[in-house]
């Protein structure tokens, strides 16, 4: 017995583990009321999410139903809106009948009924019915109605105390754990631990090693690391990640917040609930970037410590610190900065491949503990955290061999995946089975679930993609590492020994193998390589810093070492004509900004050729050659290297003095803790500027000479225009010199329609105190009857600015008029100033959110979501991808509020290209004529609730793949 213990004690914590799912949980179940109690009958907005509640009692009295005007009683969507009525409830009556549809379907249609009756529409568990005084007069299959509010034609007066719903909102995915479960959730985390603490103590081996001494490396790479969060590029779901920690408080669990119907991330939202308690700290975005820039430090320092072992029994393994350092830079920076989960994957597997080392070249398997808890916490992340298994699944046969006894063997084996069941309770703390099933089954049906096979998506976006995914900072360590372990590959087919034997393959099996696991992973975007910055750095280092010894080891011919040079050359060219293209706002102001760098010399393949043997001919002539195939054909191996290793030291260096340069130009993201926030400036309060001479005034008319379906903004003065004798006219206009008083951060505008370049043109000289006079064309390529604004300038100075404006039209034809505004000045506030917490809710899109950390997301909670006072839209670049908020084949939780809703523009201006629209929200009903009372049901953990995933849930007829 006392040999089988730990046995028993992994046994009881996986057992344990697994019995989490199957507990009972406390549901959350929403009641919401209308009318509230003691309030009228009024028609409000009630955003549900997900669209359809769990069940719906809507009574009505048959006195409200005699009406001899046809008129909506009450309906879930506004009674004029065709789309509505295809997914929700109406009630309607005319000349003494009544009719009940749902879903796009009549359910019931009759005679109103005599006397003092009743009417009581039901909606729940797949049914549909009608009842009169509690006789029943229909019934059909099918979903409850979706609600995005409760609506009435009749009069308050009337309709109040004879019409009221009750509907049961779907907040299936709130829920808690009961006494039990916490008390489980408990001991199966301390026997998780506890694993791993006997497994410590019994293959413990009492070997004392002195930390190694740091080295210029180990200080450097922390420096540079700091200085990237100052001024480095958001990544792909930094705001979504961020928006989905800031709900974790109100709902009790990481959500999809923007879409899926705010299903649970389950099973990987161990790292969203850290960053919901980070966040409440402060949403500044160096902060938020911390704990990347702290994995990475630890990565590196680990890094330097399984290189130190592999070099300690394989000493032919050549990789200089400064080179390790080069290529850790070169794949950590592109890919992992800020709160995407892949610098805490590359952590796990940096500790995962520290302790496997310890456990496999030091003997020493209690190192295998740490390798188990990492591995179990990493798989609760993201999928991508099998990464952590491979170092240790790779050793661990090894290990097992060395250990003398089966016992023992078999022992390692139980407290390993007992300790390993740590997962279990991180995964099943917020939800049980059956919610982890239909989140799951939403994730597929609505996102981006894309199985194994289609891994050549991930390259294709790499190697073809526009945007950020095919950025070209991201090729040059994926495609290096690819070609090293094709060149290893083809080396040991040649040559098995020296560095490439033992451990010394190691870097390259894990990364191949990383690879590899990434094909398991459901969506295929190249952020996802960040991950395997730590298996990718060690094999660029060991690589291409140990080429040339494997190649006079394995004594390769000319042909297999220019063979080598030329697939360098190769997958170089490819890398560097990637577009130089970053997230969002993270470009702005940029070199080469969304284009290839350097005009693509950078990629031209003479050019990397010339460069490689340069740098083979330089470093044959400073070391001993010791290659019997002579200086000339080792050359061409030393080439090889050398141009992979400038190429990782130059693309970190170029990173640096991009963004440097960036932050120099602008510096948004330092300017206060609301981030572009900060820039952005809402304008308000325009007044025309004075004219100070006449305007000289040839074929445009004073006005008018506009089409009349457009008219010009409110408070432009004056304005001019050629629409006239059938749009075939032409002439010039100067408006002479305007002037204004201006203040610091006051803009001066104008405003304009029609076409305002090609045969036109529209140009501003504008003079602004303390600057130098500037003369600039005004030409947004469009022609449009609408009229825009151009900003001509922002004050610095307090004094009076000038401004003159000039317009042209040569255009002859229908559709060349060209209209023109008097210039004007418009005070301007930062956009954080209408949009802190004390603003209301404020919904940002996704793109952008995590540049705008001072909004306050409206809430998701109990099955609704709170109505955002306004929202912040983004650029055109990223519109079809912010666009899955509002989209219900996404699932969006705002798909209905434009159902309900309308937008109105506010004026705004940053410097350089537009960063998108601020709108406010004018809803076309109340937003507080309900009430909501959450109650709480006990239900098994493997209860799921009727499916979402469907095709008649929200439309969508197949999965399809996500846009992020």
Known sequence: MARRWPLLLALFAVLTGLVLPLLPVRVADPVVSWPKPGGPAESTVALFVPYRPLRVELTVSC?????????????????????????????????????????????????????????????????????????????????????????????????????????????????????????????????????????????????????????????????????????????????????????????????????????????????????????????????????????????????????????????????????????????????????????????????????????????????????????????????????????????????????????????????????????????????????????????????????????????????????????????????????????????????????????????????????????????????????????????????????????????????????????????????????????????????????????????????????????????????????????WIAVFGWAAAGLARVSMVFAVLLLIGLFGFTAVREPWSLRGSCGIGDAIRVRTDREPMRPAEPAAVQGFLPGRGYTGEFPPPPRTGPVWGSFADLDRGTGALNTGWHTATVAPGDVLVVSAAGLTGKANALRAEVELPGAAPVSRSLDDELDSPEWRDFVLGTATESGTAKVRISAVDNSIGRGGWLAVSTPGREHTHPLAADTGPGDGPTLVDWPISFALPCARPPVLAAGLAEPPARILLTDEDYTEMAAITRDPLWGGAYANLLAVAKYRGVSTHLPGRPWGRFVDVAYDYRLDGHAVRVEYVTRPGWWRGPSIANKDYSGRTTPTKAPR
């Open 63 to 631: 006195a409200v139903l005699r009406e001899p005007r046809q008129v909506t009683v009450f309906s879930t969507f506004r009674p004029d809106d065709a789309d509505g009525r295809l997914a929700g409830l109406y009630v309607s009556t005319v000349d003494g009948r009544v009719q009940v549809a749902a879903n796009g379907r009549e359910v019931f249609g009759g005679p109103v009924g005599g006397g003092a009756c009743q009417y009581l529409v039901t909606a729940g568990d797949g049914r549909i019915s009608v009842r009169r005084d509690g006789v029943e007069l229909a019934a059909v299959d099918g979903l409850v109605p979706q609600v995005a509010a409760f609506v009435t034609e009749l009069p308050p007066a009337l309709a109040t105390g004879r019409i009221s719903l009750t509907a049961h909102a779907d907040a299936r995915f709130q829920a808690s754990p009961t006494l039990v479960k916490y008390l489980l959730l408990a001991l199966s985390g301390l026997l998780a631990l506890a694993c791993a603490g006997v497994l410590l103590v019994r293959f413990r081996r009492k070997q004392r090693r002195g930390l190694p001494r740091p080295g210029v490396v180990d200080l450097v790479v922390p420096g540079v690391l700091a200085g990237w969060a100052l001024i480095g590029p958001m990544t792909t779901d930094d705001g979504f990640y961020v928006w989905m920690a800031r709900n974790v408080a109100n709902v009790g669990y990481v959500g999809n917040y923007y879409h899926w119907f705010n299903v649970p991330e389950a099973p990987f939202g161990t790292l969203q609930r850290f960053y919901a308690e980070w966040a409440a700290i402060s949403l500044h975005p160096l902060w938020l970037r911390l704990p990347a820039v702290l994995a990475g430090v630890l990565a590196f320092w680990l890094l330097r410590g399984v290189l130190r072992r592999i070099q300690a029994v394989r000493p032919s393994v050549h990789a200089p610190g400064w080179l390790l350092a080069a290529a850790f830079l070169c794949w950590w920076l592109p890919l992992d900065l800020g709160v995407r989960p892949e610098p805490q994957i590359a952590l796990a597997t940096a500790l995962t491949a520290y302790a496997a080392a310890r456990a496999r070249l030091d003997a020493e398997p209690a190192w295998l503990a740490l390798a188990a808890l990492v591995a179990g916490v990493a798989v609760t992340i993201t999928p991508s955290g099998l990464l952590a298994l491979v170092p240790p699944l790779l050793v661990l046969p090894s290990v097992l061999r060395a250990l003398p006894a089966r016992d023992q063997r078999i022992t390692l084996c139980a407290l390993l995946i007992g300790a390993g069941s740590i997962a279990l309770p991180l995964v099943f703390a917020e939800v049980g089975l059956g919610a982890l099933l239909e989140a799951t089954a939403v994730h597929g049906w609505y996102g981006a679930h894309s199985p194994w096979y289609l891994e050549i998506q991930r390259y294709q976006s790499l190697l073809g993609g526009l945007g950020e995914q095919g950025n070209v900072l991201r090729r040059v360590p994926v495609l290096l590492g690819a070609g090293a372990l094709l060149l290893v590959a083809v080396l040991r087919t040649r040559h098995r020994g020296g560095a490439l034997a033992g451990a010394g393959c190691w870097p390259y099996a894990w990364l191949a193998l990383g690879f590899g696991v990434l094909a398991l992973t459901p969506s295929k975007w190249t952020q996802h390589f960040g991950a395997l910055a730590v298996f990718g750095a060690l094999a660029l280092a060991c690589a291409f810093g140990s080429l040339p010894r494997i190649f006079a080891e394995a004594r390769a011919g000319w042909l297999l070492r220019l063979g080598s040079l030329l697939l360098v050359v190769l997958l170089l060219g490819v890398a560097w004509h990637g577009p130089n293209w970053w997230w969002s706002h993270s470009d702005r102001g940029m070199p080469f900004r969304q284009q290839e760098l350097f005009g693509g010399v950078l990629g031209n393949p003479l050019v990397l050729l010339a460069i490689g043997l340069l740098a083979g001919l330089l470093m044959t002539r400073r070391r001993p050659l010791n290659d019997e195939r002579g200086r």
